[in-house]
């Protein structure tokens, strides 16, 4: 079965950065595009970043742009986002999405547990 499982949110104050990663299993990782959501406290779900199949196109929420980036390693069946320069607001639990094509904005069809990010000094 398709299983997601994130890591690497944690505790950061303003200006620092963190990794985030997710390790993708039961599907055939490479053939899908990926993507970020996140979930602010008391907020909806925010659309933040997305990679196509090959990883060669990447397309970002404005709120991030220019701060975060995402990747993948289709070898390691592994997402990453990589977020730097982070705010107050970037705080939330973030999840990992797998896509229902290889090509990016198609919908979610499978969400990890989420890991949560805060952001505090």
């Known amino acids: 079965q398709v299983q997601l499982v994130e890591s690497g949110g944690g505790l950061v104050q303003p200006g620092g950065s963190l990794r985030l990663s997710c390790e993708a299993s039961?599907?055939?990782?490479?053939?899908?595009?990926m993507g970020w959501v996140r979930q602010a406290p008391g907020k909806g779900l925010e659309w933040v970043s997305d990679i196509n199949s090959g990883g060669g196109s990447t397309y970002y929420a404005d709120s991030v742009k220019g701060r975060f980036t995402i990747s993948r390693d289709n070898a390691k069946n592994t997402l990453y986002l990589q977020m730097n320069s982070l705010k107050p607001e970037d705080a939330a639990v973030y999840y990992c999405a797998k896509g229902s094509s290889g090509n990016s904005f198609t919908l979610y069809d499978y969400w990890g547990q989420g890991t949560q990010v805060t952001v505090s000094s």
């Open positions: 039961g599907f055939t990782f490479s053939s899908y595009a």
